[in-house]
């Protein structure tokens, strides 16, 4: 089956909780950045985005931060759901490159 | 508006068989991408194409080729499989705008005995 969450940080929260994951990145080039969720079994699905000209973005019960100096980003969940049980990836791009690196995922276990 | 298509979505192979992966999106989309998802590592990328026609080479390209022919297929091929290419492959796409999002696919799990 399965196995992408073996050796991934995890992160436990009860339902109705708020949730934060973090994520570093190393390179200071980074213009553009984005937040992935991957639910057991599928593809990576696009979150939330941000620009490096930017340092808090909002979408609907999530919102991320962006703090350059220490190159750092967070997503936060608001009123953590059953539904939001995944893993969650973050991904950088260096300006002018067409690729993304991405970060090795955190495991978010939400429950009931 | 189906997305992007990965086909198969399973398969297994014997060590030195070939096979190829077919993407394809919907969108499009300009650029696409081959990932290869193995546990504890995240994604990483195999190769990518920023056009009908082009390819590069992307983290892990060895034992893997591509080809896009047509705009709206990536196809990623195996020549003699491995067992250490056993994983779970992803292919994405994204328009060619500055600060778009890679769309996924649901990926392919092959695993080579």
């Known amino acids: 089956g399965e196995s992408v969450g073996l050796h991934l940080p995890t992160l436990s929260v009860q339902e109705g909780d708020n949730s934060i994951i973090n994520c570093a990145y190393s390179?200071?080039?980074?213009?553009?950045f984005i937040w992935y969720k991957q639910e057991s079994g599928k593809g990576p699905q696009f979150i939330i985005d941000?620009?490096?000209?930017?340092d808090k973005r909002q979408g609907q019960r999530v919102t991320v931060l962006l703090n350059k100096t220490v190159k750092h980003l967070s997503l936060q969940i608001a009123a953590t759901q059953p539904g939001d049980s995944a893993v969650y990836f973050c991904?950088?791009?260096?300006?002018?490159?067409?690729?993304?690196?991405f970060g090795k995922g955190t495991m978010l276990l939400v429950s009931p | 508006n189906a997305g992007v298509t990965q086909t198969p979505k399973f398969r297994v192979l014997k060590t030195g068989q070939s096979m190829t992966l077919l993407c394809a999106q919907d969108m499009n989309h300009e650029y696409m991408y081959w990932y290869r998802q193995d546990p504890g590592m995240g994604l990483r990328l195999i190769h990518y194409?920023?056009?009908?026609?082009?390819?590069a080479k992307g983290e892990v390209p060895d034992g893997y080729n591509v080809s896009r022919l047509k705009k709206q297929n990536f196809l990623l091929g195996l020549e003699s499989a491995a067992p250490s290419q056993t994983s779970v492959y992803f292919c994405?796409?994204?328009?060619?705008?500055?600060?778009?999002?890679?769309?996924f696919g649901d990926g392919t799990r092959l695993s080579i005995l």
């Open positions: 194409s920023v056009g009908e026609g082009t390819t």
């Open positions: 994405a796409s994204r328009p060619d705008s500055l600060h778009q999002p890679q769309h």
């Open positions: 390179n200071s080039a980074s213009d553009y």
């Open positions: 941000i620009r490096s000209n930017m």
């Open positions: 991904a950088d791009r260096a300006a002018g490159y067409s690729t993304l690196t």
